[in-house]
DNA sequence: TTGCTCCTCACGTCACGTGAGGTGGC
DNA sequence: TTGCTCCTCACGTCACGTGAGGTGGC
């Protein structure tokens, strides 16, 4: 209660380990008493204010709004536990929230910058293997990115199918194939050569017109449309014309059989 | 590019996760595109609106700010990436910042909602286990939070200093002693005997007037001057009477020798 | 006397949230 | 026709930050 003993309003903060406007924001919410003044004007403080900014800060510092802190200083002990209890639930949560969006933002710096779970990434490796270029495996990465943002369920499994697929060589044969005709021009012959080999792989697999396409068989129909935009925008025009002569056969041949 | 293809933004806020007035605050910041209009004015987005949108979200929910954000979507991928390293670094400096709140909110609830590390906790249980009674257990804990605020080295050794001390039977006895007084008439003759046991006692550890007060021994002045205020309110006027005679005593016994 | 702290308004910040008032789509 | 979404302002929110203009302490 001496002089010695009471501090300035920087002092208090400066001990606590806060602003001086933080603190006077607390007194003007009415959180912390407005201390006795000296003979000029100054706000003197003493022990009693360091314990009650001590818990202001602590409970300010783990999250919780200053209207709800307020609640808090004046609550019995054992809704203050309970209150505790749920503040600590909130911060482990919080926890967990920021090592998953480590995962996204690393994620993001890998590779192309779109985050993929890892077997998609595999995926996308096991197409580089198969002798796919950089950028056909890029359309294809952003072709899934939208899958999983669409559907992360049915994403999963089709990629799981997808890889399945990709097994075979045929089928790798094919992505090779679309990937090259990018340099081809729209009336290479080559074109109808590769459409038939893709109408055949897909009738050898009980394969419609929508599993042959790139974004084959999926129920989303928000996300066909995106993908089939999303191809669109990236093919060139001879993968443009790939894909008519594609639908050309698909079209004679009659709808697809329907069987799984 | 087809109609179907086109997502609104209620679609597109959906789709990626966010809400509708983030998206328009992310084209008004013009860190997305504005897409083109359909017939209605509505916006229409496209599969790359999505991509954007998704890498704006990302990095948002990391904690990047907007305006860093704009740099980062048309940074060079040697600075992407360097960023996004040290994005990563500050949120897992966020996770364990967040483990040392979720301690002292801990701390806040433990027995008098005001936080200390482990070894003061044994400190004050030793106290309680000598027989001093919960209120003077209380006010030694707000003296070692305010040493702590002031000083955590310090109060860390002086805590060392006091724990060895504890285990000699005379200053629990003392202790007792102090917390019994509170109680007591001003004018009771035991407050004598216990300011001579008080002041033989130090003169036996050679510890002078500062040692012997409840805030003995402390460098820092504030918290010294903090220390002696807060124990000035907490005290009852016996024990006020009893810090008066313990003075009394050292002064006509001279100042401290000052051996260590 | 200089530099630092204190005082009280009061507007600024950041990333949106929330109506206000109106129109188009199914 | 009803309910839902869309549109554009434009003010509100939260916990302070940041001057603006002035005075006291060392």
Redesign the interface.
């Known amino acids: ?2 002089g ?4 300035t309003i920087g ?1 208090l903060a400066a ?3 806060v602003t001086v406007r933080a603190v006077r924001h607390y007194h003007q919410r009415g959180l912390l008493a407005e201390p006795a003044r000296d003979a000029s004007g100054y706000r003197r403080y ?3 204010a ?2 009650d900014l ?2 202001i800060k ?2 300010a ?2 999250g919780v709004p200053l209207a709800r802190v307020e609640e808090l200083l004046s609550a019995p ?1 054992e809704q ?2 309970e209150a ?2 749920h ?2 639930e909130a ?2 949560e ?2 967990r929230e ?2 998953r ?2 995962q ?3 994620d ?2 890998g590779g192309e ?3 993929l779970p890892p077997d998609f990434v595999d995926f996308l490796d096991e197409l580089r293997g198969a002798g796919v270029r950089p950028r056909t495996v890029q359309a294809e990465r ?1 072709g899934w ?2 899958l999983l ?2 559907d992360p369920e049915q994403a999963h499994e089709m990629l799981r199918e997808k890889r399945a697929s990709l097994a075979d060589p045929a089928l790798q044969r094919l992505y090779r194939g679309f990937d090259e005709a990018f340099d081809w021009d729209p009336a290479d012959p080559r074109l109808e050569e590769l459409a038939d080999a893709m109408v055949q792989f897909a009738a050898e697999q009980s394969l419609g017109e929508a599993e042959l396409s790139a974004s084959g068989g999926i129920d989303h ?2 996300a066909h ?6 191809y ?2 990236v093919s060139s025009p001879a993968q443009e014309r790939l894909s008519e002569l594609c639908a050309e056969r698909l079209t004679r041949r009659g709808p697809p059989q329907g069987g799984h």
Chains 1, 2 share one sequence.
């Open positions: 209660v001496t010695a003993a009471m501090l002092q001990y606590v380990g003493g022990a009693q360091v314990l001590i818990r602590t409970l510092e783990a002990p203050f536990a505790i209890a503040i600590d911060l482990q919080e926890v920021l090592e969006r480590r996204r933002i690393a993001l710096a910058r779109l985050f952003e990115v939208l943002a669409a129909p928000t449309g995106l993908l089939s935009a999303h669109t925008e």
